[in-house]
């Protein structure tokens, strides 16, 4: 597959961007070793690819407040913006799909329902306490069918659906906020292949909506396939930018491995 032109097989298609959506300029997090700028437009889909070490989902995770942000500055839509812990990072507009969902994404020990609403249930409480049952019913039912997630029903654990619908419900989730920017960590890693087009489809979605997406993977194909722009990334800093039209394998990985030091005779 080296070389390979994966567009057919991804689904790619290019798109209209909009203007600057999200800027990261000189941010530096916990296992980023040198300061990241990077600019994401509106409909613009960013993958970040690297080798174990790399530091995408370290720059992730500062990015949505899991971590803390040593350095450097955070805009979305031009506004720097504070980002210390999720809460604001979902503020703002900017949510996470990450790496580990069983310990990270979901919460395993409550339902489909409950997991699709648990952030947007602050806008929709009754009174100050009362949780809005009617809202949340029509909200879960709505992204069931969109997302087509399989489930017996909205009251099902979602401990007992499988990977790939565990990740959908995590984007019905995000797509019940007011979402600018999504960042999806190994968005598709083990999940089957009828599931994975299902992500990459609303990944698409989500970029022509005008959202600005972020999609780190180790998939080496999937990045070339999905992304209109591939940024690489090698022992904690960025090693190099491709564009969909231009990258292959062989680039990606040159520039991946790890600098080699030269012994001085």
């Not at 450097?72 to 506004?79: N, R, S, W």
């Not at 609303?202 to 780190?216: E, N, P, T």
């Not at 090693?239 to 012994?263: F, I, R, T, W, Y």
Request: glycine fraction near 12%.
């Amino acid at each position: 597959m080296v070389g390979r032109d994966l567009g057919d097989v991804y689904g790619w298609k290019p798109r209209e961007y909009g203007s600057e959506r999200l800027r990261l300029d000189q941010v530096k997090a916990p296992g980023v070793r040198t300061p990241v700028s990077l600019a994401v437009r509106s409909g613009e889909i960013v993958g970040l690819f690297g080798l174990v070490g790399a530091g995408r989902s370290e720059l992730m995770k500062g990015l949505f407040g899991g971590t803390r942000i040593t350095g450097g500055q955070v805009y979305i839509d031009g506004e720097a913006i504070d980002i210390r812990k999720p809460a604001q990072a979902i503020q703002a507009g900017m949510m996470l799909c990450p790496e580990d969902r069983k310990a990270e994404g979901i919460i395993p020990v409550h339902s489909v329902r409950d997991n699709i609403n648990i952030s947007a249930r602050r806008k929709h409480i009754h009174a100050g306490c009362l949780i809005n049952n009617g809202w949340e019913a029509q909200n879960a039912d709505r992204h069931i069918q969109s997302l087509n997630i399989k489930t017996p029903g909205p009251e099902q654990l979602i401990m007992n659906l499988s990977g790939g619908n565990q990740q959908k419900a995590i984007l019905g989730r995000w797509l019940s906020e007011e979402m600018k920017v999504i960042l999806l960590d190994e968005p598709t890693r083990g999940i089957d292949v009828g599931a994975k087009h299902e992500i990459y489809n609303v990944i698409y979605a989500l970029a022509a909506s005008g959202v600005a997406v972020v999609f780190a993977s180790s998939d080496l194909p999937e990045v070339l396939g999905v992304a209109d722009r591939i940024v690489v990334m090698r022992e904690g800093e960025v090693a190099g930018e491709l564009l969909h039209e231009d990258a292959n394998e062989q680039q990606a990985l040159s520039l991946a491995m790890p600098k080699v030091s030269q012994a001085v005779a």
